[in-house]
């Protein structure tokens, strides 16, 4: 029984190991994003205009 259970113990270790690098995300990737409020966007169901000045 202790060999399934480390068996078991290691194979969790690996899969949790495997997905930490998955759960950071590194900040240059939202170097250029423009919040938009819900107050900033006109819509009437099907069309949206977005209310806000964007620099070139």
Do not use: H
Request: without cysteine; charged residues 20%; aromatic residues 8%.
């Amino acid at each position: 029984m202790p060999i399934m259970k480390t068996a078991f113990l290691f194979i969790l270790t690996l899969l949790l190991t495997t997905q930490m690098p998955a759960q950071s995300i590194r900040d240059t990737v939202f170097d250029q994003v423009i919040l938009i409020n819900e107050k900033d966007v006109t819509t009437d169901g099907y069309d949206f205009l977005i209310d806000i000045p964007v620099r070139a």
